[in-house]
């Protein structure tokens, strides 16, 4: 079975620019997460999806940030324009839903090292 | 203060050696996660706990409740196990771990 898949890679971007990040969860899986990860830190969550609903996007910058999961399977996420400070590992996880009697373990994506120069 | 310490921060081992990893947190969990991060950036989800201990192969992973304290532990390691090893913990809505800093463990031969 295949697991989280997320592209690009790698992303290497001037100041302002837009960049896209793509995940693609485990089939039946619901929830999506998007985390960022600093060097030599653990993840922050940026937004939680339930299906195609954004239930917890507390943590996401809105005014350069944005989501979506249109038909609550595939994610984008999208930062516009970027900062210096956005360079970071951007990381998709999804989970199966807790009622098929999982125990909510999170499956990771690779991630998407983003560099902003 | 964080509310997810992990330590040692940096661990170097030699092949061979059982090694340990520590978690301490201080808000009430559902669950804690520990997860492994190789090179590159791909996480591995290696225990979800929330009582007890579990063991999978050369690894295991116990915790204990009332002192707020977990640890994950590596018998006969590896060069092979060099990686970073994260402690999260789950507060109570499914997914909104609360993550620590990693504990980045290098296995000489």
């Known amino acids: 079975e295949a697991g989280v898949v997320q592209s690009p890679r790698y992303k290497i971007i001037e100041k302002k620019q837009p960049v896209a990040f793509w995940c693609n969860p485990i089939?039946?899986?619901?929830?999506l997460y998007w985390y960022r990860q600093n060097l030599g830190q653990g993840p922050e969550l940026l937004i939680r999806?339930?299906?195609?609903?954004?239930?917890?996007d507390s943590q996401l910058p809105k005014d350069r940030f944005s989501a979506e999961r249109l038909k609550g399977v595939d994610s984008t996420l999208k930062i516009q324009p970027a900062e210096l400070g956005d360079s970071a590992v951007y990381l998709c996880?999804?989970?199966?839903?807790?009622?098929?009697?999982?125990?909510?373990?999170?499956?990771f994506g690779e991630g998407s090292r983003l560099t902003v120069l | 203060k964080n509310e997810v310490e992990q330590s040692p921060q940096n661990l170097t081992a030699q092949e061979g050696e059982f090694i340990t990893i520590n978690c301490s947190y201080s808000?009430?969990?559902?669950?804690l996660h520990w997860l492994q991060q190789h090179p590159g950036g791909g996480i591995v989800s290696l225990f979800m706990?929330?009582?007890g201990k579990k063991k999978h192969g050369r690894l295991i992973a116990t915790i204990n409740i009332q002192e707020k304290h977990s640890s994950l532990h590596i018998t006969a390691s590896h060069p092979r196990d060099s990686a970073v090893y994260i402690c999260?913990?789950?507060?109570?809505?499914?997914?909104?771990?609360?993550f620590g800093k990693g504990t980045k463990l290098s296995v000489k031969p």
């Open positions: 999806y339930e299906n195609e609903e954004a239930v917890d």
């Open positions: 808000v009430g969990i559902s669950a």
């Open positions: 996880a999804s989970s199966p839903p807790l009622w098929i009697g999982d125990t909510g373990e999170l499956f």
């Open positions: 999260a913990v789950d507060s109570g809505s499914q997914g909104n771990l609360i």
């Open positions: 706990l929330s009582s």
């Open positions: 089939s039946g899986h619901n929830t």
